[in-house]
């Protein structure tokens, strides 16, 4: 007998055959249980009511509380901005993903790196900084989410190099809470959760942040139109 | 279970070792404390904590009722996404699987992710004897690995080692498996996590294949998750060609949207932060399948049963099986505090430990019919699950299991089992008692505190000779803690 078989037998026999329902034996079948009334989702959808401005500040203040470094601008400040950190970064070489918005690193004195399908790690962890978009953000955690879109590239760029600094468009990608967040996401695309810099409490629960994802994170926040 | 420690004393016996080592248990009580209040915070500034936890409980125990119908769906979906799924009835079925997998693309070394599930079925040391070395790559992980040592917490396995002694465990092994510790390395955890930094790097940067668990698998859609603080998983999730996950069937929950659940109840609940640093969200081989060069090009999911449906045919004892590894149980429990990890004889310590292990085992051995008596019923351990396993009412049931024989599934069959012979069991509660009775001043101190919060109703008796509970329903017992009530009850007859 294969596992398969063996384990879903053993399930069947531990829980009574599917969808006998009924009195007595039996479990009702799955589809009814399934149901939304099944599970009790009263819990809030949000955590408190805030104006997008105040969505915005409060996603600062949470990336800020897990040391990752927040910075504000607007469309025609971004150039500039990324200019800067770039050069107080000492960064000499940036990776970029396929679809970033080529003007984003206008005036930039580091040398772009496009990542292709066949860069090895090798190749990347020689690349000072990475500079990307995001899918969304969301206040109440302090988080950005990635989904490989076109201005963030595959996953790999935005962790073998130390310093990533990801532009998040407020309002338009911020959202509140978690189950925003959820309903916004495509299952099927590789997904990224960030949350602040790579932390370790490992040694004495002393936080120690950069082990091996970036050791440092900058966002962006720019004030833009929803797109 | 193939991992139980060889040799393991009865939990009365080694717990008494643990409590005599001072280092041990500073290092152990500073380290629960500071985890205990952070979590307490984190969970306040939910409003709708309990809303959470009632509905992260009814979608694990939903999940549980009709599990072979989401392990088949989640299969579909997994396959229908370019995943390859094996199933595994226990350990040594996964551990064969597992090994083949790597054998067939011809690498000799795996890069690992912390993962319980390949701790239980004891991967690393399977692969070894097939010449396969395994690299731990968690941090902690990779202090208990390089020191030949056992993990002592769900979460902080390393928390038994000061920084101290994880400075001289990397001076002295880092050489022998790689990228040796820098010279004139000092014990500053910022050096500490540097050094690991650079010994795991050119690991990672080669790997071809990486074996990881996972904290949940959607159902509906084949996509899996882990949670994670500091980029290894990462690393190991999206470099290697080949990526091999090894995960508990019980893992499994129908939907994306259930993840809105456990996503702000676990990291809270867990390092007592908003939200862990990474969390990875991979669906088979992704959009491309495996084409974009996003990610590895082959992925094999290995759902392992190993004790999981028998816990599951056991009513009382099911509840178990709704745990998602958020280790609030053991900051919390006095008896961990003052035993350690290593004392429980298995990778679940603690609260979860001693119900977990006995199902998933048997109470064949001496340390696993011991288990059941490793606490004082205090409650604080449901207080703080973020899933409501009502833990003392397992280790109730379990007890009486032990001192009483009766109905259990064991790999699959039912049978009955007898009561313990020769009064193994009341030995092994009088021993977990003077255990706890020993350093009374601090216990009751700590306990009396927890007990002005529980909610444990026990229907029966615990221990053995307490027969005559079994005809009737016993009327809600007073609320006082353990202590008092054994020296009422029993202090006369120790
Ligand atoms: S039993 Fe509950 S509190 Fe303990 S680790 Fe599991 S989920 Fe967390």
Redesign the interface.
Known sequence: MSGRDRVLGRIRRALGEPGAGGAGTGRAPVEAAAGEDGIPRDYLRVHGDRTPAESADLLAAHLREYRAKVHRTDEDGLAPLLARLLAARGARTVLVPPGLPPSWLDGAQAVRVEDRADSTPYALDAVDSVVTGCALAVAETGTIVLDGGPDQGRRRITLIPDHHICVVRVPGQLVDSVPQALERLDPTRPLTWISGPSATSDIELDRVEGVHGPRTLEVVLIDAPAQ | MTATHLGMPAFPAAAREAVRDDVLRA?LR??TH??RDKRARAVT????WD??R??GK??KD?TL?????Y??RLEAAVTA?GGTV????DAT?ANRIVTELVRATGEREVVKVKSMATQEIGLNEALEAAGIAAYE????EL?VQLGHDRPSHIL?P??HR??AE?RDVFRTEMGRWGRPAPDGLGDD??E??EA??LH??EK??RAKVAVSGANFM?AE?G?MVVFE????G??CL??PETLISVVG?EKVV?T??????F??TLPRSS?A???????????GL??SKGA????PAAFHLV?L?NGR??T??DEVGRQALRCIRCSACLNVCPVYERAGGHAYGSVYPGPIGAILSPQLRGTGSGIDASLPYASTLCGACYEVCPVAIDIPEVLLHLRERVAQGGPV?RE?I?VRIRPARGHTAERAAMRAARLLLERPGALRAGERLLSRARRLRPRRLPGPGSAWTDSRELPRPPREPFRDWWARERGGRA
Do not use: C, K
Not at chain 2, 137 to 140: I, K, P, Q, R
Not at chain 2, 273 to 283: D, F, G, H, K, V
């Open positions: 290092n500073r380290a500071t985890i500034e939910l409003a709708d809303r959470l009632a509905a009814a979608v939903h009722r009709h599990l072979d119908h392990l088949l996404a094996h199933w595994a009835a079925e790559t968690d941090l902690a202090i902080v390393a928390i000061n920084r994880i955890p910022r500490l996590a690991a930094r795991l790097r990672f940067l959607v859609t996509t603080s500091e980029g290894n990462r690393m999206t470099l069937i129908p994306f949207r259930d993840l809105e659940i996503l702000q390092t932060e908003r939200m862990n640093p990474y969390t990875t969200m991979w669906t992704g959009p974009d060069g996003d990610g759902l049963d449906t028998d599951l045919a599934t699959g039912r």
